[in-house]
């Protein structure tokens, strides 16, 4: 029994460190609730839900902020609250973040204010590298907006991920040290060498 223990305990401490390090892993966007998805925007007190697709790199894939190639691209909001298919809607796509919303020359496209029953507002836009700020209003409520990112690495996203590796190897780390000052351990080596 003991024999086994030793055999099995540290892979499955291993596989725990990882899990616990690693939550990434085993959530994926589709496990979130509503209110946690990083697409979803309130209007007024209403939520949308955004969502980017190009058919022509990836054809099943969903984008949201992020969207990792230039050219054609589908955007689509969900309009999840009932009360917003009565309201006109309208979508601004400005090229940029820090633009002024009435500075025309910068719209890159712009989806008039009308009522969506169905609950869904689509449009296409020719998206080049860069940032964009999407602006979703309604009539009579405070605007929403979204930051996209095309073609661009967001290193604050890409730093969060590296964290999990990198605590698990600092505990892997102090594991190995910890292992190699124990006596057992050295008699276990010792042992092995003279067989």
């Known amino acids: 029994m003991i024999t086994q223990v030793r055999r099995f305990g540290p892979p499955l401490f291993l596989l725990a460190l990882t899990a616990i390090f690693s939550p990434g892993l085993a959530a994926a966007h589709g496990n979130v609730s509503m209110e946690e998805d990083i697409c979803v925007r309130?209007?007024?007190?209403?939520?949308?839900?955004?969502?980017?697709?190009?058919?022509?790199?990836?054809?099943?894939?969903?984008?949201?902020?992020?969207?990792?190639?230039?050219?054609?691209?589908?955007?689509?909001?969900?309009?999840?609250?009932?009360?917003?298919?009565?309201?006109?809607?309208?979508?601004?796509?400005?090229?940029?973040?820090?633009?002024?919303?009435?500075?025309?020359?910068?719209?890159?496209?712009?989806?008039?204010?009308?009522?969506?029953?169905?609950?869904?507002?689509?449009?296409?836009?020719?998206?080049?590298?860069?940032?964009?700020?999407?602006?979703?209003?309604?009539?009579?409520?405070?605007?929403?907006?979204?930051?996209?990112?095309?073609?661009?690495?967001?290193y604050s996203k890409l730093g969060r991920a590296a964290l999990g590796p990198l605590a698990l190897l600092l505990v892997l780390g102090i594991v190995g040290y910890e292992l190699s000052k124990s006596s057992r351990v050295r008699g276990w080596f010792a042992s092995r060498r003279r067989s």
């Open 42 to 154: 309130r209007i007024g007190g209403n939520m949308v839900h955004f969502s980017a697709y190009q058919p022509q790199i990836e054809p099943k894939a969903q984008y949201c902020t992020d969207i990792p190639d230039v050219g054609d691209t589908f955007l689509v909001v969900d309009l999840v609250d009932p009360s917003l298919r009565n309201l006109p809607v309208g979508v601004k796509i400005i090229r940029g973040v820090n633009e002024n919303e009435q500075d025309e020359a910068k719209t890159v496209a712009y989806w008039k204010p009308v009522s969506h029953p169905d609950g869904v507002v689509r449009g296409e836009a020719k998206l080049d590298k860069g940032l964009y700020k999407l602006i979703i209003t309604a009539e009579g409520l405070s605007p929403s907006s979204y930051l996209l990112r095309v073609q661009q690495i967001d």
